[in-house]
């Protein structure tokens, strides 16, 4: 006569990796031990967040055997490797990459916001023409 509620089942972070291979992700372990996940030519990093949640680190396009973030440089778009090598982004590069983050969230029991489904964001933004503002460098002589 009584209705008793389902314990719900706490996920480590390997079942959601487990989850994400069953889902169609390729899952390999990187050199420091973090887990990269590639389908179709993208690529992310992932780590473990609090609480055994995933978190992504990085997602862009494969390039070799690095992953190409993609930059926005004002007038173009492109996918920058650590080692410096741009590769212009296309617009079907750009829906595979959507779709890869997207399916990639789901697949890890992420939360997927708003602003990320509406399209591809950038993970770097150059286009403001700030003098040596990227490599950490004072644009001010005074603060040298």
């Known amino acids: 006569m009584f209705f008793r509620r389902q314990k719900a089942k706490v996920e480590t972070f390997e ?8 889902a169609g992700f390729t899952v390999v372990r990187d050199g420091s031990g973090r887990p990269k996940m590639t ?3 993208c690529a ?4 473990e967040a609090e609480g055994a949640k995933a978190s ?13 973030l993609l930059t926005d440089l004002g007038y173009q778009k492109v996918f920058e490797t650590p080692r410096g090598v741009r590769e212009p982004a296309t617009a079907a590069q750009l829906r595979a990459l959507h779709d ?9 029991g992420m939360t ?19 003098v040596n503002r990227d ?10």
Do not use: C
């Not at 004072?138 to 603060?143: G, I, V």
């Open 135 to 144: 490599k950490g460098v004072p644009h001010r002589p005074w603060e040298r």
């Open 39 to 41: 389908r179709q030519g």
């Open 56 to 68: 992504i680190l990085h997602a862009g396009m494969a390039v070799g055997d690095e992953i190409g």
């Open 112 to 130: 997927s916001l708003y602003n990320e489904g509406l399209g591809t964001t950038n993970e770097r933004h150059v286009y403001d023409r700030v």
């Open 44 to 47: 992310a990093i992932v780590e």
């Open 15 to 22: 079942d959601r990796l487990q989850n994400a291979q069953q």
């Open 100 to 108: 890869f983050t997207e399916d990639l969230r789901e697949a890890l």
